[in-house]
């Protein structure tokens, strides 16, 4: 079954850190550009970071810019994001996506199903 399924998130205090990992079944992740997108209480989804397949980086939300980084394991077929230096409202629902083609398109192939992230003290 195609699919990405999301790991990585919970309850962290303001300053700490997070990996969130996305894996992929039945598909190679590295032919496809992998974005995070997320989604806070009563806020439309926004995008965060992306990979393209070429391994080029965009991001998509200048708030995470030093804090927040992408990368890939393709052994591993799963792109992850690092998030340092977490703040109160970075806390959301935080999915990971394929975009059609690059990082600049605006359809989505495939969502995942989400993990939560809860920054507090």
């Known amino acids: 079954q195609v699919q990405l399924v999301e790991s990585g998130g919970g309850l962290v205090q303001p300053g700490g850190s997070l990996r969130l990992s996305c894996a992929a079944s039945?598909?190679?992740?590295?032919?496809?550009?992998v974005g995070w997108f997320r989604q806070a209480p009563g806020k439309e989804r926004e995008g965060v970071l992306c990979?393209?397949?070429?391994?080029?980086?965009?991001y998509y939300e200048d708030s995470v810019k030093g804090r927040f980084t992408i990368s890939r394991d393709n052994a591993k077929n799963t792109v992850y994001l690092q998030m340092n230096s977490l703040k109160p409202e970075d806390t959301a629902i935080y999915y990971c996506?394929?975009?059609?083609?690059?990082?600049?398109?605006?359809?989505?192939?495939?969502w995942g199903q989400g993990t939560q992230v809860t920054v507090s003290s």
């Open positions: 039945a598909f190679r992740l590295e032919d496809y550009a």
């Open positions: 996506a394929t975009p059609a083609g690059s990082c600049s398109a605006r359809v989505i192939d495939r």
């Open positions: 990979i393209s397949n070429s391994d080029d980086r965009t």
